[in-house]
């Protein structure tokens, strides 16, 4: 307990090891260091809650990471300290994607005012996410004010991130005609600020094009916030051009959240929806581990495979088992 206590007043120090080691024993998955980071969460709560949690998403290779470097360091510049966590869905599989960005994003990891973590190995989705919310804030605890979570876009991870942020930017490819990119409407849904990224060189003008295509899309589509209205920008994350259009928006944003209440509301909603799906977790993890439901387990999920057995009963089965009746 008392390595704890050290560890808790490190962080709250701003001790980037501390908080590394902290976030270590959040992913950990041994039931004694599980009791350890649940204590350790419990502790730090009055300290979290202070940061702006900015979701980022966009398919590969839109260029997130070099974004991420480029207003990392450009935040850093203005005075803040940026946390970087991500949301990998594909690191259960691949071992984790984004594992190499913390060498990418050269220039912003050796500065002393960044943190950068890549999403662990987890087993699903939720796995992952649940240990993000969690690490999410300890960096807060530790006086990192802005906390970017990244994600590559790829399905669920999007409604994930955007579950756990404050505000969330979706970054696109200038492209040619008016296909608008095959995004999809949830997708879009989800977005406060949509940033046309590689608006340099050769592919400059039609960066622009897409961002007036997107603007006149903009009305077909339901803004994510009541009280801020989807906005287009363009900025180039390899030559460093755009930053202070994003920050200035996301500013905007923040002080139109705040003044309609929105701001805490969202915070409270996301916590409560936090809560009943960790609840999910723990009593699908439990199930999962009873005798009673190892017992029945294989024989029907064979008979659910065959068609034999609707998968319904089979799921009633599996709870009563576990109720033990
Ligand atoms: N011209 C130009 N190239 C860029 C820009 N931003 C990123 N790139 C390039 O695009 C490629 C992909 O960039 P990344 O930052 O790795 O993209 P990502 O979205 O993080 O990719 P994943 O992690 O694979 O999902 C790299 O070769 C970058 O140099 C930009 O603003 N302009
Ligand atoms: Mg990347």
Redesign the pocket.
């Known amino acids: 307990m008392s390595t704890t206590q050290n560890l808790v007043s490190d962080i709250l120090d701003g001790d980037r090891r501390a908080l590394a080691k902290g976030i270590t024993l959040i992913e950990s998955t041994r039931p004694d260091h599980r009791d350890l980071a649940a204590n350790l969460l419990e502790v730090l709560m009055p300290a979290t809650g202070t940061a702006f949690r900015i979701g980022i998403s ?10 991420i470097e480029a207003f990392g360091n450009y935040l850093i510049d203005n005075g803040h300290r940026v946390a970087v966590l991500a949301v990998d869905p594909t690191s259960a599989v691949s071992g984790g ?2 594992l190499g ?1 913390k060498t ?1 994003m050269q220039t912003l990891a050796v500065r002393d005012a960044a943190f950068i973590r890549p999403s662990a190995a987890g087993a699903t989705l939720g796995g992952v996410t649940r240990r993000t919310r969690e690490s999410l804030l300890l960096c807060e605890a530790a006086g990192f004010d802005i906390i970017l979570v990244e994600t ?1 876009g790829v399905g669920q991870s999007e409604t994930a991130v955007a579950s756990m942020t404050d505000a969330f930017l979706l ?1 696109l490819l200038p492209a040619a005609g008016d296909d608008l990119q095959g995004i999809k409407r949830g997708i879009m849904e989800l977005a406060d600020i949509i940033l046309v ?5 050769e ?1 400059r003008n039609m960066a622009f094009q897409t961002r007036a295509d997107y603007r006149a899309a903009l009305p077909f589509i339901q803004p994510r916030h009541r009280s801020w209205k989807t906005s287009v920008s363009t ?5 460093q051009q755009g930053m202070d259009e994003v920050w200035e928006k996301l500013q905007a944003l923040r002080h139109a959240l705040t003044d309609s209440g929105e701001w805490l509301l969202q915070r409270a909603d996301q916590a409560r929806s936090w809560m009943w799906s960790e609840t999910a977790e723990i009593l699908l993890t439990e199930l999962r581990e009873a005798p009673e439901v190892i017992a029945l387990v294989s024989s029907l999920e064979a008979r659910v495979r065959c068609g034999e057995l609707p998968a319904t009963v089979a799921a009633q089965r599996l709870v009563q088992a576990y109720l033990g009746d």
């Open positions: 966009g398919a590969p290779g839109v260029g997130k990471s070099t974004f994607a984004i960005d990418r590559v970054m990224n590689k608006a340099d060189g592919q900025c180039s994350a390899l030559e």
